[in-house]
């Protein structure tokens, strides 16, 4: 009795299967560019009918994945090219879902460029703050910043030498003090400290009082007292960029 039933089970998966089989997605790509119209249409902006869409010779699917745009004709990288003239890249316009041709995504009357400069969200009306974070990768030497889970930009650190390392882990800004004084006798501009008592921060190049600034040859360098070190532009940018409470990931 037990067989039998097996046996009927498995007579109707295979019936199943071969009178209602599982349909697969059909994905349409009109001019055989290797990109669906779909992403063409509401992504890339480019012509689901034209595999070249500027004409310059390069498929739109070569151009992508070089990096280029094609949207237009001259060598411009995606880096480079903003074509509806928002303020935001191409890259960052692909990066965060924007309409590459419409500078204003979602009609608020700013444009997507100005959204992002302030951490709004450019695809939504409402007044949505973006997520900030700060990572540090020690054996490289670097700290990344992100505004939504993207990559704003990279930047070389100088971490804690041998015996004076930099602490690692989770933490967040504590505190910001555009020239803090450390107790070693020097100063260190743009301070952001991110552990509770004080010892450890991110902070520009330090400068003693006499005016010399320590460090300039070591960027990329473990050779701090445990603070993490930044150039001078670097410093005051992400200075200016992070605020009190922005996450921070140490590794």
Known sequence: MFKLLVQQIIIFIVITLFVFPVSATIIVDTDNDGISDNDEIKIYKTNPNNPDTDGDGYSDWTELNNSYSPLMAQSFTLEENDYDNDGLSDRMELNFRTDLTNPDTDGDGYTDGEEIKNFYNPNSTNTEKLDKRIEVNIA????????????????????????????????????????????????MPHWMGFTRNGTYGIHELPIWPNGYREGEDSLGKPVSHGCIRLGVNDAEKLYNWANIGTPIFIY
């Open 140 to 187: 490289l030497q670097e700290l990344s910043y992100f505004l939504d889970g993207i990559r704003m930009g990279k930047m070389i650190i100088s971490s804690g030498r041998a015996r004076m390392y930099t602490p690692i882990g989770h933490f967040k800004i504590e505190n910001k003090n555009p020239k803090a004084w450390s107790s070693y006798g020097l100063w």
